[in-house]
């Protein structure tokens, strides 16, 4: 199969992807969501859930990326239309960094994908080897109405980062929290990663709920958390810094 020349991507995580596999100029399509991700200009099809499905065939893809079991029935109705479908659905950090060389094959860049995959293991190994040994407990929070404690691969890259995410499960999805459980774990640091917030995100959104919880509460840019990207890797290094 010829590697595709017209790429549509309605996931951040894809577009951040692309972007490192040196395809964003074959981008002629993405979400809201993915513009902080480029440069360039593509057409702006709607957000992730709810793309403009008429507008993308009229861009005529020879692939389109989605991603994350919430965009499944986004990808079934574009296989409908008889359209090409790359999907990513991973949920630990090793599938994520396995993703990278997928999603390379399916863009025609697969020596790259495998390199860049290869080099963000490379980055979380070095991150692993200056762990210190008495790690800190940190509590990670997506979203804050009501308050959930960060999934999927979050525990893995605060375990790379040097702490301890006793919250969630690897692999299981983010969840509602209580405040019980958060002041039992007595967490040394508080992470804030709000979808779609970027890094604007008041600490008091934290420390005005008047938890008992003594703990330095930061800020993280959701881009570097939340989406399965490389961006991901680069999010791990920027809590080793913190922690």
Do not use: K
């Amino acid at each position: 199969m010829s590697p595709p020349d017209r790429i549509v991507s309605l996931a951040p995580a894809a577009t951040a992807t692309c972007r490192e596999l040196g395809v964003a100029d074959r981008l002629v399509g993405i979400t809201t969501h993915c513009r902080s991700e480029l440069d360039g200009d593509p057409a702006v099809l709607g957000g992730w859930l709810d793309p403009d499905l008429d507008e993308l065939e009229t861009l005529d893809p020879d692939l389109v990326c989605t991603s994350d079991g919430l965009q499944a029935v986004v990808r079934d109705a574009i296989r409908e239309r008889g359209i090409r479908v790359y999907h990513m659905d991973a949920r630990t950090l090793p599938t994520v960094i396995e993703g990278f060389a997928a999603l390379g094959d399916a863009v025609g860049r697969g020596s790259e994908g495998e390199r860049l995959a290869e080099r963000s293991r490379e980055r979380l190994d070095r991150l692993r080897e200056r762990r210190p040994a008495d790690r800190p407990t940190v509590y990670c929070e997506e979203w804050a109405e009501p308050p959930m404690a960060a999934g999927n691969w979050i525990p893995e890259v605060v375990e790379a980062a040097g702490g301890h995410h006793p919250f969630v499960e690897p692999g299981e999805r983010s969840r509602a929290i209580t405040q019980d459980a958060v002041e039992a774990a007595d967490p040394d640091h508080v992470v804030l990663h709000l979808c779609d917030h970027g890094s604007q995100v008041d600490p008091a959104t934290f420390t005005d709920r008047d938890w008992d919880v003594d703990a330095t509460v930061h800020v993280v840019d959701d881009r570097l958390l939340n989406q399965p990207s490389p961006n991901l890797i680069d999010g791990a290094e920027r809590l080793a810094e913190l922690f």
